[in-house]
């Protein structure tokens, strides 16, 4: 497919060094896959969406965008979108022309190469009956069949997003829009979470196993839905609970109608969403991701106790963890590590003679801290490797006289075909190495991963589910749809 | 449709502004309406490009955009498009990411209302047959019929330009890529230059009637292709000819091909493209504009001589004609009015307290020019009068004693729809007041415009056909295609 | 004083607002007061202090600014500042005119009205030697008296910074430039920092009682400087000492030598930079700031023990506090508060109505993790208590039953003359109020504040000094300088 | 002195570049050298500095800066300045900021290797009674020799401009403030008009010479002074008279005071405002611009008579010069050269390849005006010839058979010392070449300058003063003042 050049070519290499500690890093680290959020009945539907992707950020600081509706003009749509995080693409001026109370609104990581202006979600296109909007988080597994199968009977794609599907099939079909959008919903396999809006309708869905976090508050009379919790709390939205696996809510003039395109099977929540993710401060399913990361790190402590002098974790996902393992074990936690908030997108690279000399842009590890200690040392999983072994020997530059990695999930062995970037599975180090070959790899003194039961206890909630109604293929290769190693991994937001 | 935001909203404003010298005047100017620019066979078809376009800068100021392909890459697609000026939108860094030896390019103006991004071409499709961008100058006059109909067979659009029925007729099609786009050629109606680019063909193409400017030049072994011969002489390329009407041009691997979808059966070229649009310095069919203009001043002249002690013209597009007048009678040409070479999109509106007390942004007379003295004041055309009124006042404010005005093309009194944004015939002053009527209302002592014949001498060229190969139908009524007053006005750019 | 109007005033509004969690609070937080960092001997002197300010950047989020000396190139200066984040001023192309092997930089906090683009440091003059640049952190507590002087004998100021009183000093002096610099040095009276940078020298000094950290490091053959320790492992240098009291290091091209300008009294290090402000892996005067906070945590417990059902820490200062109070405690830690890593300077503010909806930028409480608990929450410090309030109301309103304050300093009931931008002593509520009233104004269930010994064995180190070599003024009213309530308090910086 | 980047060092290559038609240009341009507006008295002074300084924006390209005090508050200073055209550098937020009912302002050029931002005026400065803001056109000849006086008595400066010295020589007087400013004013010897504006008084200069022009006119109860009368027209002034050398006018609060600090000696108005710098519309020493230029071209057609087929002018300042020439002779002018007016600082740089391949980006020759022509070229001045023999090569490619040179002014021989930035004697072709070498030179069939009687008369006006009051140094080597070889010829501002 043809690339636009994005927005900014030159920062945007900044940007990938960045999400790790050094270039290597950019493909050993699992990308975040894009957070949506909704309005429906409020009049500042603009504003609302601003604050609530600004607290989904961390689910895609590549590019923004919002498109409102406003149900009192004629459900004339308003929408603008372009490359960066929620506060620089929306400006005072921008967000004002934004009128209209209902609106969906998205912010998207990139998926290597493919940093294009026009992915930036939600995408608005004019069909027969007017215009439609959608935005996504996840993957849609057969979208490169369909797609195919559109473009043999001369459909036209201005985007390389699989979103574009769900538009075109909706389009092609001679039935009401509602029916249409459920047909097409039947048609696509993965997992997924849909907010399609037209100039009269709001539509909000989940996949059939409920893949990707999706939920539903209420401010005052108003409807607002989103990709975490934690949106809710900063807009001050009560929680009304969990979109449901295979369902589809309507909302229009005449309320919010429940219905469903397909029937629930097994739920099966991403596990990396309670890994990694989420925000601390959202829940899932009802569970809250700071309490389960503290207890997987409990946990570790009792799977594989590993005495030491200090406990310490990774910033940021791994903190609770760590503390977590502090309090079972009564090592005390300290900050071995420390990452630096200011750095971002448009951060100079050091020079290659600077790198060698040790300059450090994002991680460091605190010499006072750890110099002299042996280290246990937390951390959420391991991809390729070459981040964890460099966060180790950081800790050996800085005096640590061991240092013991725990790893609050299992092995990271399978590819993820759900919305999460991942690399192939020859290149997850767990797929082809035993644990002491990883140790070693990573110049660790111990190594040891939570257990897959470890794991599902820790998380908890969903008694009697299958997994605790989680997906865990990355790690047990059970996948619950379809796939193939072809499938399409690529997130479709 | 919908309305994507535009870049900077608030700027824009301004912009509308300073395009006249008063904010009534947003209206009361015809707008020029996109220019395009291509490559075929030079290694650096982008630098090439961004150079030519600024050449065509005058044509489109709202948005510019470069689509290159690498034939030497597969036939890669790479392109760039925003908001702003050429000099603007492509910076070093972004245009060296445009590799490729083949391009299409394009500025444009917005019409009201529509100041869209996702509208800025070259527009990009992925369809079967792999990648496809369109860029185009002019209107199709039965584009909303193909679209509408289009739309009920299940297409979507993404954008309000009329430019993506070409690429959805060309998807649909069954036959070859070639014929696909003569069949499309075919169903069009208007006035239109194309420049259509696949993974491994340009096209180029005119209309049936040759209504918008297009020109072929060389640059060594390479073609370039632009809508005026001005941006040859800023690349150094040779002109070769002008692109006839309903040609089809295939420049591909094997080189040139020339090719018709239709037959020629009345050249019907622009006639404000003489008299406004185009730059002085380019040639339409083998007439120089500056050269042009000089001629219909002297016309003027002599069809409706004025003694007075001072020729001035209405910078920039009447300076050759009041040259030309004054060159004909003996009066000395003058500059009684000067515009702000600095003013542009970005520019603060004086509040109304400074422009009730006289604050001009772009024009002013000059009062030591024109105090005491009887000016004859050359202008190009009238469209509602307000722009004339506001002219005649300020010579008057500074002292001219009396306001001759000489307009150097006929009664502007019918829409255009091909291409030029127009008023409605409701709103162009010629089409319902007699020439008196207008020079009272424009406060002049006197009004003469050029008649249909001495406008058409003056241009030249062409000797024995109709109308010396020019569309004079917002002059005469007599539209080269069929339009009604409801066909679509809007350009398709 | 005049005000230039800052780079962007709009956004500047916004980053206010961010300081807290409401508007308020603009006034209701301590503001960190710029930050150091020089570079002698590195032939990529400007990109280390690139990385070097980076690392200070918490010191001083408003401008920044680097000047380079090249001693190749006859002791050239090339600088540059401006508003903004170091990574905002400084792009590649900036950085790379930097040449250079020696440079001083800072980054810089606003007080209040100030925020000038030409107080941005160092400042660079010209005198009779040639070209002199400083850069400060802290302040002179008499400078007005100076600048007087200095004016009524005919000296210009171009800013509104104490710091040129230094450089008036040396360049009306006769002597030579280091003779005059230690007379100007031994003149001002306050607490600060001192890089001074010639065409030839670099000077470093440290006020006499060293009430502003500033350490010494090595990097191969290069001496580095900085405010804090962190920059040192940001850049891989080593650290090698703190520049004492009263110290006056002086390198040139005979390399490093110690001098002093004043005798050393009683060493007197700010206790704010180990309660709030330094980052937490620096070590100031050997003792890391996390270790010192989380003694901190622990003494609370010891000294004000309140069993509770999870300890809380308000981000990012009091993290490590509330983990030694939980770790004293048995009390589990938990993430009860969480603030939003990416707002920052431009981020819009909510309407009112939203705000009074509850839309939250920055700060939230964490629902799931609080509700239904006791919870203690520690923090560093209370001002004027409005920040308290809200923050134990976050917490209510999230759930919790019971909010105990626990607070990691002695009450804070006086002002800092020394570069701390505190309100005046009448808005300090712990000069006004008993430790029961404030605990009801901020809506507490229980208050505590650590007393001073406590405070001080917490922080531990300098065994035998007064106060442990620590100024506590603020809290105990013994200012280690004569000051009085007309002396100027607003940094130099 | 030590060199601040300019805000984007990348871009201002471009800028130079684009001066000329080649890079080899950009030293054979003489450069404006800055333009000042004051406003005393009207209630939106930053306003109208706004449209005044971009009617003077032709003066001065690189830094725009205004100064206002709001005399209803106590004559509080406001300020703002930066690197950009006027509409770049003021947004409507940053001139909201800018109340004030008096102002100065300034755009300004900059010299080679000197494009600092804290040398962009107004310079603000802070004494012993307030505030004190200058701005400046113009050149202090003895500004080193003053500088090294006060920097020896142990002034600091922070500039590199000249213009600081005024401030010093008024800081260090004991007397009142008027008083100082005019002993200041007889200190030094150049060209220069003067802006100096404290928190109650605006002061206003003109040197001895009056050899900057500057002029006074009303608006309503206002005052209004312009570097030139264009200013008045754009914002609806009266033009009252021109400020008359060595002339003093003080306003505060008690009106208008028109004083002097210098006998009258000789009037010596720079000769190249009228044949170069000045804009058309602007009358100085009530002798219109183009008016005078145009009577420059009828002298030339006189003098130097040369029969051809076309007349053509180099745009945009010989244009006037080039129909008085085709007047004169009756020879038509017509448009040979055109200038792309869409060219400025950000353009980028076509590569070597393609300049040699003939990309132009500002001028261009118009092969069909000029092909098979015999040319006469009008054009300003020959600095070092470089500029000329491009241009007539220009016209050559594109096909004129011969081209004949015509310069509006004597051969210019001698440096400016009084605000023009030119090279240095040696490089300026005339002061070493006779007119037939540089005719071959510059590669034309013949050349001719104007005479010095000759141009003095087409200016006009002033009858019987010496050189109709103008200062022909440059040509004639008559200077006004006291000037050497080594006298500091770069401008003040």
Partial sequence: MSDEIKSAPVLWTGDHYNEGIGRDDIFDKLREECGVFGVFGHPDAAGLSYYGLHALQHRGEESAGICTV???????????????????VFTKDRLDVLSGDRSIGHVRYSTSGESQLNNAQPLIFRYRDGDLAVATNGNIVNAPEIRRELEMSG???????????????????????VTAAKEALQRIVGGFAFLIMTNDKLLVASDPHGLRPLAMGRLGDSYVFSSETCAFETIGAEYVRDVQPGELLILDESGLQVDR????ERR???????????????DINGINIHSARKRMGQQLAIESFMDADIVTGVPDSSISAAIG?????????????????????????????LREKGVKM?????????EGKRVVMIDDSIVRGTTSRRIVN????AGATEVHVRITSPPFKNPCYYGIDTPDRKELIASFRTVEEICKEINADSLAFLSDEGFVDSVG????????????????????TPVNEESDKSCSC
Same sequence: chains 1, 2, 3, 4.
């Fill in 268 to 282: 099966a929540t991403c596990a990396m969403e309670y890994i990694y993710f989420a925000r601390p401060d959202s």
């Fill in 261 to 264: 395109y397909a029937t629930i």
């Fill in 394 to 397: 950081l800790l050996r530059e």
């Fill in 70 to 88: 406003d149900s009192k003009d004629g459900g004339k749509f308003n929408y603008f979108r372009d490359m960066g995080l929620v506060k620089e």
């Fill in 461 to 480: 909630g969903n008694e009697g589910a299958y997994n605790r109604g989680m997906c865990l293929a990355c790690f047990d290769n059970d996948y619950p």
């Fill in 362 to 370: 994002k991680l460091s590890a605190v010499r006072k801290v750890v």
């Fill in 155 to 177: 459909s036209i794609f201005q985007t390389s997003s699989d979103t574009e599907v769900i538009a075109h099939l909706i389009a092609r079909s001679s039935k009401d829009f």
């Fill in 325 to 353: 393992y502090a309090e079972q074990t009564g090592i005390p936690y300290e900050l071995g590590l420390i990452k630096n908030k200011y750095t971002g997108r448009t951060f100079i690279q050091p020079s290659q003679e």
